[in-house]
């Protein structure tokens, strides 16, 4: 197993069910987010938020989830750096364009400027409610006493319209990244016969953009109707 983790295509493995992984919990996390403009009361997301901390599988999912970032980010620099050894001439920027997407290209660039995005991220909501719940207000729904995320969340995006253009275009970058790395993870799962490339490749777009719009659409609301 070990030898199989060290061979490229065990790295490239790696990758791909960390990526999908981390797809889903997106998916998830857009969902519940996308609550915060449906309900200017914050009862929806609060509930949503509460159900996410609460939750006994959830906590449990936490530190994989977690531990999946972590190998993600780690493996593709190293998958970086050996693709950099084994083409140390600088391939011809026409014939590159050619063959490959933009993001296909960058997509160190891009999961660095991300993962910079995911750091702000979890210090400003993460970090707050899971550890330092306490500076929190607290709210009574359905009479359950719990933290008013919504209240967290709202302020950040009506205060500052410095943190609004940031997580659009944190939000942006997502949706860029993902553009390739959809389809390319289940390329390397072995799905890259050319009737089905054509089709992740087309899914791939509509959940980038989803994602993107999503995430961007958030900050957004708050900052023009408020």
């Known amino acids: 197993m070990s030898n199989f983790l060290l061979a490229s295509i065990g790295r490239k493995f790696l990758m791909s069910i960390t990526g999908l992984f981390l797809l889903m919990f997106i998916g998830v996390h857009l969902a519940i987010n996308l609550l915060l403009i449906f309900d200017d ?31 993600h980010i780690l493996w593709s620099f190293v998958l970086e750096y050996q693709n950099w050894k084994a083409r ?11 063959s490959s997407t933009w993001a296909s290209r960058n997509m160190l660039i891009l999961g660095a400027l991300i993962l910079v995005f995911l750091v702000i991220h979890i210090i400003n909501f993460f970090w707050v409610i899971k550890f330092n719940p306490h500076s929190m207000q607290t709210v009574t729904i359905g009479g359950t006493v719990m933290e008013d995320a919504y ?24 949706g860029i990244h993902l553009t390739h790395g959809f389809w390319s993870a289940f390329q390397t799962l072995g799905l890259n016969n050319k009737n089905w490339m054509k089709r992740l490749q087309f899914l791939a777009m509509v959940y980038a953009v989803i994602v993107a719009v999503g995430f961007s659409v958030i900050p957004l609301y708050f900052l023009i109707k408020f």
């Open 88 to 98: 140390p001439v600088k391939y011809n920027k026409k014939d590159r364009g050619g």
């Open 151 to 174: 209240t967290l969340v709202a302020d950040l995006f009506k205060a500052s319209i410095v943190y609004d253009i940031f997580y659009v275009f944190g939000g942006v970058l997502l």
């Open 41 to 71: 009361s914050g009862e929806l997301f609060n509930v949503g938020a509460h159900f996410m901390a609460s939750n006994p599988a959830i906590k449990i999912m936490e530190p994989l989830l977690g531990l999946g970032f972590l190998i």
